[in-house]
């Protein structure tokens, strides 16, 4: 069979082939307030806790006899080509995990032909991010203050950003585990330094009057496409794309929003069929394994992407073990299809689900 092999420093060393043991090695490694940041969801975490096994309650119906002697993951996205259907997600805070934080998390992206979406909280220069990385998206919070939006985005243009990442599930940030860690973020830098807590700027916490307008204005603002993250619903959806969306990515935030939001898994159906082919249809949330990236490509989304697991890999093993975790993916996805009778992405549809969407 044709599935590539992954590359990189030995992926089981790292654990990524088990999601739980790649989070229980980074626990181990990491300062308890920083693995409880990322790891964490809101109020009860019930959102958090359901988001892995949506996926995993889906059942395949393959098919036979398809000539699976050589297995394409890749496919093109916005007009960038990617090695397979997954993206490393906006997290915050990379230095956290890692000393060279988000530029060793670009760069691990990169080495693995995929495509790195840069949290407006992060703690690198995006500059350094920029020239580390591959492709890259630049993630948004339209803030209080407009002014500091204007120029993260502007920043983030001039540094080479091909997309935004418009983040619109989080007008407040509800309560969930902190880090009572010091973050180290650059301190010759204002804007970068607006993320962090009691170095903030005024204005700097999300514009809860935010309206549909937002995409419009970032678009004219960096004439970019504007991505949509952080829609559960069909209607939500399609009145996006209506306002000049490029593409909707289907997300509760890895449940750090609202709990008891559906899981992602469940809400992709819908969204995807409100909006049709022309737009691309993303999701995360809980996207474990290949198998699991076939699930979400059957129900409709054009990729997926990724949030906690990129973090615990580079807690683990810096650039290289971003790029093995990815690699990982790829290679599990490749396997799934093969045995799902898929041999390229395009093959891969509803039909594939046991009782259908
Ligand atoms: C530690 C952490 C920080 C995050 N920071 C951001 C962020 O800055 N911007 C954003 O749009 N989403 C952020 N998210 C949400 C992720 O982009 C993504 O939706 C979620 O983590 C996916 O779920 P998963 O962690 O189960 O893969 C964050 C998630 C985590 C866990």
């Given at each position: 069979?044709?599935?590539?092999?992954?590359?990189?420093?030995?992926?089981?060393?790292?654990?990524?082939?088990?999601?739980?043991?790649?989070?229980?090695?980074?626990?181990?490694?990491?300062?308890t307030?920083?693995?409880?940041?990322?790891?964490?969801?809101?109020?009860?975490?019930?959102?958090?806790?359901?988001?892995?096994?949506?996926?995993?309650?889906?059942?395949?119906?393959?098919?036979?006899?398809?000539?699976?002697?050589?297995?394409?993951?890749?496919?093109?996205?916005?007009?960038?080509?990617?090695?397979?259907?997954?993206?490393a997600?906006?997290?915050?805070?990379?230095?956290?995990?890692?000393?060279?934080?988000?530029?060793?998390?670009?760069?691990?992206?990169?080495?693995?032909?995929?495509?790195?979406?840069?949290?407006?909280?992060?703690?690198?220069?995006?500059?350094?991010?920029?020239?580390?990385?591959?492709p890259?998206?630049?993630?948004?919070?339209?803030?209080?203050?407009?002014?500091?939006?204007?120029?993260?985005?502007?920043?983030?243009?001039?540094?080479?950003?091909?997309?935004?990442?418009?983040?619109?599930?989080?007008?407040?940030?509800?309560?969930?585990?902190?880090?009572?860690?010091?973050?180290?973020?650059?301190?010759?830098?204002?804007?970068?330094?607006?993320?962090?807590?009691?170095?903030?700027?005024?204005?700097?916490?999300?514009?809860?009057?935010?309206?549909?307008?937002?995409?419009?204005?970032?678009?004219?603002?960096?004439?970019?496409?504007?991505?949509?993250?952080?829609?559960?619903?069909a209607?939500?959806?399609?009145?996006?794309?209506t306002?000049?969306?490029?593409?909707?990515?289907?997300?509760?935030?890895?449940?750090?929003?609202?709990?008891?939001?559906?899981?992602?898994?469940?809400?992709?159906?819908?969204?995807?069929?409100?909006?049709?082919?022309?737009?691309?249809?993303?999701?995360?949330?809980?996207?474990?394994?290949?198998?699991?990236?076939?699930?979400?490509?059957?129900?409709?989304?054009?990729?997926?992407?990724?949030?906690?697991?990129?973090?615990?890999?580079?807690?683990?093993?810096?650039?290289?073990?971003?790029?093995?975790?990815?690699d990982?993916?790829?290679?599990?996805?490749?396997?799934?299809?093969?045995?799902?009778?898929?041999?390229?992405i395009?093959?891969?549809?509803?039909?594939?689900?046991?009782?259908?969407?």
């Open positions: 069979m044709a599935a590539p092999e992954a590359s990189g420093p030995e992926p089981e060393d790292l654990g990524i082939r088990a999601s739980q043991e790649l989070a229980a090695r980074a626990r181990a490694v990491l300062p307030a920083a693995y409880e940041f990322y790891a964490a969801g809101s109020d009860e975490e019930i959102s958090t806790g359901e988001a892995a096994g949506a996926w995993r309650g889906r059942r395949l119906l393959p098919r036979v006899l398809r000539d699976v002697s050589s297995v394409d993951t890749g496919v093109e996205l916005l007009g960038t080509r990617l090695a397979a259907p997954v993206v997600g906006p997290t915050a805070f990379h230095r956290m995990a890692h000393d060279e934080g988000e530029t060793a998390t670009a760069a691990g992206v990169a080495a693995a032909g995929s495509l790195f979406v840069l949290s407006s909280r992060a703690t690198c220069h995006p500059e350094e991010v920029a020239a580390a990385a591959g890259w998206w630049y993630q948004v919070y339209w803030l209080r203050d407009a002014d500091i939006t204007r120029r993260q985005v502007e920043r983030a243009v001039a540094a080479g950003a091909q997309a935004l990442v418009l983040t619109v599930d989080a007008p407040y940030v509800p309560p969930r585990a902190t880090s009572g860690l010091p973050l180290p973020l650059p301190e010759d830098d204002e804007l970068c330094r607006s993320v962090g807590v009691g170095t903030r700027l005024p204005g700097w916490e999300q514009d809860p009057s935010l309206g549909l307008n937002a995409i419009g204005r970032l678009h004219q603002m960096s004439g970019l496409p504007v991505l949509v993250k952080g829609v559960l619903r209607d939500d959806a399609k009145t996006c794309v306002a000049g969306a490029a593409g909707v990515i289907v997300s509760n935030h890895g449940g750090r929003q609202l709990d008891r939001a559906v899981a992602s898994a469940d809400a992709l159906p819908s969204v995807a069929a409100a909006v049709g082919a022309e737009v691309p249809v993303l999701v995360d949330g809980g996207v474990r394994t290949g198998t699991d990236v076939l699930v979400a490509l059957a129900l409709g989304a054009r990729a997926v992407l990724l949030g906690r697991p990129i973090v615990w890999s580079l807690a683990l093993g810096g650039a290289a073990g971003v790029t093995a975790l990815m990982s993916y790829r290679t599990q996805l490749s396997t799934a299809m093969a045995l799902a009778g898929c041999a390229r395009g093959e891969v549809d509803a039909g594939l689900l046991h009782g259908g969407y």
